[in-house]
T-cell receptor
Framework: GNSVTQMEGPVTLSEEAFLTINCTYT??????LFWYVQYPGEGLQLLLK?????DKGSNKGFEATYRKETTSFHLEKGSVQVSDSAVYFC??????????????FGKGTTLSVSS | DTGVSQNPRHKITKRGQNVTFRCDPI?????LYWYRQTLGQGPEFLTY????????KSRLLSDRFSAERPKGSFSTLEIQRTEQGDSAMYLC???????????????FGDGTRLSIL
């Protein structure tokens, strides 16, 4: 079946530290991959996406590269800020013509950044 | 862009009662999705609509759950005879499927938190 596995949190970092949140997936076909972020008390927001192998999604200093050979989509940021504290969700969506178009989410990784 | 709007934000009810939630998607979006999220978990897909047609339902959507999108705009999700296990955040999302079959990313509302006493 199709699934997403994220590293378990919480991840606790000091401001300006380097961030990596691991995400691997299992999918039939060729999924699109996403990172969503949920700030405290708010809804899910799309952070970045990649639709094919070797694509790099980027936004707000965050980056993730679609690695088909390792079925991974790890999230990275070179220097985190306190305002990055949130829950991060990795997700996949199967392309048109495949079974289903719903997003399949990982369990989420909580990031806490202290000053 | 007013975003995806969900009402109510919170709903507390007794076990066995019926509840209904509403979702207003982004106006030009033709696809609308419902998800459920429990504490410490990622959202789980329930169902989705393309315009007014309900195209897919998850196995999670028991016969106590029903969703409608009568005019292809807003949608309602009703839960009949609520149970303790229905306590969760119910999320709505919308997206635009282009004529070329490209499904644009989903935009989420803030959710409706359901608590069953």
């Amino acid at each position: 079946g199709n699934s997403v596995t994220q590293m378990e949190g919480p991840v606790t970092l000091s401001e300006e530290a380097f961030l990596t949140i691991n995400c691997t997936y299992t999918a039939t076909g060729y999924p699109s991959l996403f990172w969503y972020v949920q700030y405290p008390g708010e809804g899910l927001q799309l952070l970045l996406k990649a639709t094919k192998a070797d694509d790099k999604g980027s936004n707000k200093g965050f980056e993730a590269t679609y690695r088909k050979e390792t079925t991974s989509f790890h999230l990275e940021k070179g220097s985190v800020q306190v305002s990055d504290s949130a829950v991060y969700f990795c997700a996949l969506s199967l392309l048109k013509g495949q079974a289903g178009t719903a997003l399949i989410f990982g369990k989420g990784t909580t990031l806490s950044v202290s000053s | 862009d007013t975003g995806v709007s969900q009402n109510p934000r919170h709903k507390i009810t007794k076990r066995g009662q019926n509840v209904t939630f509403r979702c207003d998607p982004i106006s030009e979006h033709n696809r609308l999705y419902w998800y459920r999220q429990t504490l410490g978990q990622g959202p789980e897909f329930l169902t989705y609509f393309q315009n007014e047609a309900q195209l897919e339902k998850s196995r999670l959507l028991s016969d106590r759950f029903s969703a409608e999108r009568p005019k292809g705009s807003f949608s309602t999700l009703e839960i009949q005879r609520t149970e303790q296990g229905d306590s969760a955040m119910y999320l709505c999302a919308s997206s635009f499927l282009t004529g070329q079959g490209d499904n644009q990313p989903q935009h989420f509302g803030d959710g409706t938190r359901l608590s069953i006493l």
